[in-house]
């Protein structure tokens, strides 16, 4: 199915077209093939299948990304363009909101999750990553996604947040639903949207104020709507999108993680003996591995990208796995390599909605990485890695892998 386009009645004049469906499972599989074949298209090819812009070369990504005036997020970060068509749930205050309705929900978010209120986590994540490694040392085969990449963010993350203990699990379905909404209506869409009712009426009923433990992440933002900066629902729809971006991006951020170790053993050796460089890795995984592979804009008027002329109204997807392997960017983009320093890169997003979650994100990878280089001599393979495939996340499904104590 995959290739150039021919015959089809969504072409586009002048411009590369390409019958490539990023969403097949095809592409979500070995997504960097086709990566290579839009960035060498052009600085931005029409995906006729769906009619929208693809950008996949770094320059491009970040270009867009920076320019919330021409590329707006009101319009929706997924396929659907909210102008013609209903959103699934009531729109994100943070992520389908322009400036400067968007810059009074940030600041609220920004404040929850400021420097200082991260660091002050930073004890109880440490606390529970080494709980993690005891049991992953004693059983010494494990499987990394459900021992390590699930289990951390999944106790953490809502406990900072001020969820309950019942009932996590469904954060995991909920997560995996808003992330592939966000692609077109395939298989696994409407597979996702037919939990719908159920996780909607679950994540509003433990967003609400009475639900969130006391001196929680929940809390700040609900002295947003004391200050009167958003009401008291909106303070609800900012804690949703806490619950809604924080889960399944850091569990595929920390599987990816363990994923590129147990392929390049070299790399943790070389961890181990300069444990500084942990920040770093972090950021190299999430530029070779991204978990968000696709964020959508919507042109507001016509416009034009490196020459490539953009009508109003048009949707763009831009490839951040892509940009941030980008060959114009960096050398040797494909390898993993501990030592390199790779700033800039778009996992993060830039720009006026670059992640407002970054800090407890990497806090949260950084502490289980530190743990584990600290106690753990050696990972390895005991298998074939396989992939959950979603519409927005690259995330495994399983890692088999061996830890050897140090
Ligand atoms: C970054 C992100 C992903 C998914 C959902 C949201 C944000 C939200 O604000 O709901």
Redesign the pocket.
């Known amino acids: 199915m995959n290739g150039m386009a021919s015959g089809n009645s969504n072409f586009r004049d002048g411009v590369p077209n390409l019958d490539i469906d990023p969403f097949d499972e095809d592409f979500l599989t070995d997504p960097y093939p086709y990566h290579e074949q839009m960035r060498e298209a052009g600085p931005a090819v029409w995906l006729s299948k769906y009619g929208i812009w693809g950008v996949a070369r770094h320059e491009e990504g970040a270009e867009i990304l920076k320019d919330y005036k021409r590329f707006c997020s009101s319009a929706g970060v997924g396929l659907a363009n909210f102008k013609s068509e209903k959103p699934f749930r009531p729109p994100?205050?943070?992520?389908?909101a322009d400036p400067p309705e968007h810059t009074r929900a940030r600041n609220v978010v920004g404040r929850a999750l400021s420097q200082k209120n991260v660091a002050a986590l930073q004890e109880a994540f440490e606390a529970e990553a080494e709980l993690l490694v005891d049991q992953i040392l004693e059983k010494g085969e494990i499987d990394g996604m459900k021992d390590l990449a699930i289990a951390f963010p999944l106790k953490v993350f809502p406990d900072a947040v001020g969820l309950e203990e019942e009932g996590r699990d469904k954060l995991l379905r909920y997560g995996n639903m808003?992330?592939n909404v966000f692609g077109p209506p395939n298989r696994l869409f409407t597979e996702a949207v037919a939990e719908a009712a159920e996780l909607t009426e679950w994540i509003t009923a433990h967003c609400m104020r009475d639900a969130l433990a006391p001196g929680s992440i929940g809390q700040i933002i609900y002295e947003g709507a004391d200050t009167g900066e958003v009401t008291e629902a909106e303070a609800g729809l900012l804690v949703?999108?806490l619950l809604?971006?924080g889960v399944d991006?850091t569990i595929s951020s920390i599987g990816n993680m363990l994923y590129c170790f147990t392929e390049n053993p070299g790399e943790w050796d070389k961890l181990r003996s300069a444990p500084s460089l942990t920040k770093h890795v972090i950021e190299e995984v999430i530029r070779l591995e991204g978990p968000?592979q696709t964020f959508f804009r919507t042109s507001v008027e016509a416009t034009e990208i490196s020459g490539v002329q953009i009508g109003a109204n048009e949707k763009l997807v831009l490839f951040l796995g892509a940009c941030n392997r980008d060959p114009r960017r960096w050398d040797d983009p494909d390898k993993f390599d501990i030592a390199r320093k790779p700033v800039g890169h778009l996992a993060f997003g830039s720009g006026v909605h670059r992640?407002v979650g970054q800090r407890i994100a990497q806090l949260e990878a950084e502490v289980i990485l530190r743990k584990m280089a600290e106690r753990i001599k050696r990972i390895e393979p005991i298998g074939p890695s396989t992939l959950r495939l979603n519409n927005t996340i690259r995330v495994r499904e399983s890692i088999p892998m061996r830890v050897i104590a140090a």
């Open positions: 994100s205050l943070l992520i389908e808003v992330f949703r999108s809604s971006a991006t968000v992640c």
